[in-house]
């Protein structure tokens, strides 16, 4: 792929898109398809997907068996560079002193930021989700519903190819007929899981994940997302083709060179760029929007880590997909006479209301497992079950003491052998020794594959107490100020997971499973620290009311009316879901709006 | 542990970690610990690392010929698969300790340690160094603070060492090829369909 550099910018733009991720890809996708004329800024540098991702290489083939270090934070074949919860010279602080009250802020530095590692679990928000306040009398409602998004679900899962299967579920919705792609099989644990847990009120469904099962339909869906668009069939029909569908090996955290599954340089940037109409510019770190008299956006000052000069891109209009957080940090360091206190923040409610996937786990040996006859458990490089939450009316008006709810993912199965995968093997046979030798040998083979777990991510709302704003001291290695962040759980996340702690230990209980830890009193010792699921959405909230929101239900500014955003900042709180599919959906929406305004002559 | 013992692991310690790393063979020193880097945040993640490309390694000769013999204690040789030493466990075990980053520096102190106490109580047992230890004698050694009683005593300390070198010889062994094949792992390969656990998976936990 060939992008530019600073020296080679265009006089000025119809669109800047700050961010190469999911939010930034789709927006970057849909306006070109359009014709409109896009450049992409990328903090990180080029990153080849069908050259430098690890697929199969082994453990052994990487430093220290491929365990995460502070250059490396989730491991060394982790398709992340340049990437961490820690980066040199680009720090963030946090206001409060307790373990409970730390944020943990990950950034991707590279083409594609987040999706090259992502787990592609691609759940939809469901009705409930979008209007807590109404059915909880908590939080905020978002100014838009289900059926407003629904249309937009479709479009990016017949684009991106997910595959699951419609269970009719309540409030995790459907798909259209004929959008998802087949289901895989499931793999032992996860069948074990759905016959046992029904016990314990769990069940055990597919998962929707943007992973090729099968190819997509290059003939009918590119006329099905661009009727009337010849080019944009045409460009749209040559890559889908170009994607192989799984192979069924290979973790999908590793990225895929194969194309089999989704990250936004593969799906969004590379039909984009074919279509003439977008530049993509790598090493380029946003630091300011700049406005003009009338208070219009006018383009982004960047440093060119190149060079490490300053440089400006001028265009129409200004989107901003660089992370939520990182978009919040631009809106309050792009400060004028206008908006001393940030652009777009006349509401004061910049960087408020951040949340994120509210996050325990807990893990079990199961003996039924033991011996189990040998056979490939690789599947779609992740879960293929999971367990969404079923359980509405028990919690109708938030009866257990919590907003929502939460969904269990797997860990299970015969998966590649890591340095930890013997963890535990000293007491699996009650042995009460340190076990070597022969012995150790049959044991492995014996208890390889009987570890099963359940992560729970579940709904959060906002509160006043979680918020980000900047550091009045702390600037990073451009001599920008950094974000300083506040984060307080409410009483409503700490029920929640130790009600999801009670519920993975009787699910995995009735799975005959040996509970690898004692019941946890401390619920802070079970819970994930805030950002720490790689979540973290809101801060600049979409809204019915310019006075309480930073953004309408088009994700444009009140203040700015040709400043948008299209990462998770507009989103008015966290679904029991994963948030990439929505940010998609929320991004080609966003841009549809914006090309019928700048039609309409009103941008 | 009294207060004797405690003084013998403190100065042990000490010597492990300032001893010049020359051997025999007049071999210049090795892993001058603290200006040695790490892979960095940028590394090719396709290339296939050996032990000893990133950083350099640590053991003297006579800790690596202790280190081959401990692993193969831990993981020996049978019909269907290798020793830990065959496939390079060791110095897998060389490369860990001698990493530059923090979370391995603790086993290194401990390994380096539990080796100079191994061939201290191969002297006082047998007056050998444990690498010239028989079989037996080796295991025997290992099953003297592999045991849950040994919790306690003073040889707490050798049992921790032996514990964290099993944990590490274990999970070196088994990310391997060899190791895979062992364990029973038959992944990693492309296949055309994913057809689902076969019958005999689904009877072996009563789904079939």
């Not at chain 1, 299209?566 to 841009?591: E, Q």
């Not at chain 2, 897998?92 to 080796?115: C, H, K, M, N, T």
């Not at chain 2, 003297?144 to 300390?157: R, Y």
């Amino acid at each position: 792929m060939s992008f530019i550099t600073s020296h080679n910018l265009k006089k000025a733009y119809d669109v800047i898109v700050v961010g190469s991720g999911a939010g930034g890809g789709q927006t970057a996708y849909a306006l070109t398809m359009e014709g409109m004329q896009v450049l992409v800024l990328e903090a990180g540098r080029a990153f080849d997907t069908a050259s430098e991702v690890a697929m199969f290489q082994l453990p052994s083939q990487a430093p220290l068996r491929g365990v995460s270090t502070p250059d490396k934070q989730y491991g060394f074949h982790d398709c992340s560079i340049n990437s961490g919860w820690e980066i040199p010279g680009e720090p963030y602080t946090n206001a409060g002193k307790e373990p409970a009250n730390q944020f943990r802020w990950w950034r991707q530095r590279m083409m594609g930021g987040r999706t090259n590692h992502w787990g592609r679990i691609a759940l939809r928000n469901g009705p409930y989700d979008f209007k807590p306040h109404t059915r909880f009398g908590a939080g905020f409602d978002w100014p838009i519903g289900y059926e407003d998004i629904a249309p937009y679900y479709d479009k990016v899962e017949m684009l991106i190819g997910v595959f699951g299967t419609n269970e009719g579920l309540e409030n995790s919705p459907d798909s259209s007929p004929g959008v998802l792609l087949a289901a895989p099989k499931l793999r032992v644990g996860e069948l074990y899981a759905q016959r046992h847990g029904a016990k314990a009120g769990a069940s055990v469904k597919s998962i929707h994940r943007a992973v090729l099962t099968q190819p997509q339909d290059a003939d009918t869906v590119p006329i099905k997302l661009h009727p009337g668009n010849a080019k944009a069939q045409r460009i749209l029909a040559e890559h889908m083709r170009m994607r192989s569908p799984c192979f069924w090996a290979t973790d999908c955290h590793r990225g895929c060179s194969i194309r089999a599954n989704y990250d936004s340089q593969t799906v969004h940037l590379l039909p984009a760029l074919a279509t003439g109409n977008l530049d993509v510019l790598p090493n380029a770190m946003a630091r300011e929007v700049t406005l003009n008299n009338e208070g219009r956006a006018t383009g982004i000052t960047f440093i060119d880590k190149t060079s490490g000069k300053e440089a400006h891109a001028t265009g129409r209009v200004v989107v901003l997909a660089a992370g939520s957080q990182e978009s919040v940090r631009l809106l309050l360091n792009s400060k004028s006479n206008l908006f001393p206190n940030g652009l777009a923040n006349s509401s004061g409610k910049v960087g408020r209301y951040i949340t994120d996937s509210v996050s325990s786990s807990l893990g079990a040996h199961i003996p039924a497992f033991e011996g189990m006859p040998i056979h490939n458990e690789d599947g779609a490089g992740g879960p293929h079950a999971y367990v969404p939450w079923t359980m509405h009316q028990q919690n109708r008006k938030g009866e257990f003491g919590f907003p929502g709810g939460y969904h269990l993912e797997f860990t299970s199965g015969r998966q590649m052998p890591s340095l930890t995968t013997l963890s535990g093997i000293d007491t699996f046979a009650g042995r009460g020794e340190i076990v070597f030798g022969h012995q150790l040998k049959e044991d492995a083979r014996r208890f390889y594959g009987c570890s099963l777990g359940f992560g729970a991510q579940g709904t959060m709302l906002p509160n006043d107490d979680t918020f980000s704003e900047l550091d009045p001291e702390t600037r990073d290695q451009w001599g920008i100020p950094v974000l300083r962040f506040h984060w307080k759980w409410s009483e409503f996340e700490l029920n929640q997971v130790r009600h999801q702690q009670q519920h993975i230990r009787e699910l995995l209980e009735a799975m005959g499973g040996r509970v690898k830890s004692a019941v946890e009193t401390d619920v802070f010792k079970s819970m994930k620290p805030g950002g720490s699921i790689i979540h973290e959405v809101g801060g600049a909230i979409m809204g019915a009311k310019a006075a309480t929101s930073v953004t309408n239900e088009w994700s444009q500014t009140w203040d700015v009316k040709n400043l948008f955003l299209a990462d998770g900042a507009p989103f008015a709180s966290t679904a029991d879901k994963n948030p990439t599919l929505t940010i998609m959906a929320l991004a080609w929406r966003m841009a549809d709006r914006l090309m019928d305004e700048m039609k309409k002559g009103n941008i | 542990m009294d207060r004797r013992v405690a003084i013998q692991w403190m100065l042990t310690a000490t010597a492990a970690l300032s001893l010049p790393r020359t051997d025999a063979s007049g071999a210049p020193e090795r892993n001058s610990l603290g200006t040695a880097k790490g892979y960095g945040s940028d590394p090719s993640m396709v290339k296939v690392y050996k032990s000893g490309d990133v950083w350099p390694l640590t053991f003297s000769e006579s800790q690596r010929r202790t280190a081959i013999v401990l692993c193969d204690v831990i993981i020996p040789p049978d019909k269907a698969s290798p020793s830990a030493s065959a496939v390079g466990v060791h110095d897998f075990i060389d490369e860990w300790i001698s990493s530059p980053y923090p979370a391995q520096a603790g086993d290194r102190v401990l390994i380096l340690e539990g080796l100079l106490w191994l061939d201290g109580e191969a002297d006082r047992r047998f007056k050998k160094p444990y690498a010239d230890l028989s079989l037996e004698e080796a295991v025997l050694v290992c099953r003297d603070i592999s045991n849950a009683s040994v919790a306690k005593s003073e040889m707490k300390k050798a049992a921790q060492f032996f514990k964290r070198y099993r944990d590490l010889t274990a999970g070196g062994y088994y990310t391997t090829p060899e190791g895979m094949k062992a364990i029973g792992y038959v992944g990693n390969t492309p296949s055309r369909t994913f057809d689902g656990p076969p019958l005999d998976a689904l009877r072996h936990v009563g789904l079939a």
